[in-house]
């Protein structure tokens, strides 16, 4: 079936913008992993859905990042007011929750570039 | 909190040699997850392997294959005839699942060149 999918792969910005970035899940994964990596860094993690609870916000770096999940399924990571060092490469997850290994899928990752 | 550490930024190795790539962590929990992830250029994360803390035995999968110390908290990688497909990075990965919460903590990386 299909893999976990991202859009756009890449996008380019004005400082200040808001921008928006996608990610469609495999389909029945109820967990859902939005990550930031840095040029030549490791991933730093962002925000974390699973199913209905309430997802899990600890990673954001400031008030002007935001993520929803509508319906469970596809999830959307809001900038806004977009700044240079938010410039990077953000991945997203998704995994079977409840199984013991929890293998997390990733999509291929949008490169945001902050001007 | 979990912390997860990997002290080589770089590493080559020729063709057909193996290479092994070090991971260590800390917890203090005594049940929980470690993984390896593989980036290659086109930046696409795949699981390479995955230990259960519970298991004594070392997993293996074809040329991949760890060495999982839990007292030391070591968890190294370890790649038998290296292929130029292997070139990539690499993450170490922990996860403990908490009250349905699955969340992982990642290393920095290693950046792993196969040298024809």
Not at chain 2, 26 to 32: A, G, L, M, V
Not at chain 2, 61 to 82: C, G, H, P, T, Y
Not at chain 2, 83 to 111: E, V
């Amino acid at each position: 079936g299909a893999g976990v999918s991202q859009s756009p792969s890449n996008k380019v910005t004005e400082k200040g913008k808001d921008v928006e970035l996608r990610c469609d899940p495999i389909s029945g994964h109820t967990a859902l992993y939005w990550y930031r990596q840095s040029l030549g860094q490791g991933l730093e993690f962002l925000i974390y859905f699973q199913g209905n609870s309430a997802p899990d916000k600890s990673g954001l770096p400031s008030d002007r990042f935001s993520a929803e999940r509508t319906g469970g399924s596809v999830s959307t990571l809001t900038i806004q007011r977009t700044q240079q060092e938010d410039s990077a490469v953000y991945l997203c997850a998704s995994s079977i929750s409840g199984s013991d290994y929890n293998e997390q899928f990733f999509g291929p990752g949008t490169r945001l570039t902050v001007l | 909190a979990q912390t997860v550490t990997q002290s080589q930024p770089e590493m080559s190795v020729q063709e057909a040699e193996t290479v092994t790539l070090s991971c260590t962590y800390d917890t203090s929990e005594n049940n929980y997850y470690l993984f390896w992830y593989k980036q290659p250029p086109s930046r696409q994360m795949i699981l390479v392997i995955r230990q259960e803390a519970y298991k004594q035995q070392n997993a293996t999968e074809n040329r991949f294959s760890v060495n999982f110390q839990k007292a030391a908290k070591s968890f190294s990688l370890k790649i038998s005839d290296s292929q130029l497909g292997d070139t990539a990075m690499y993450f170490c990965a922990f996860m403990k699942p908490y009250s349905g919460t699955y969340k992982y903590i990642f290393g920095t990386g290693t950046r792993l060149k196969v040298l024809a």
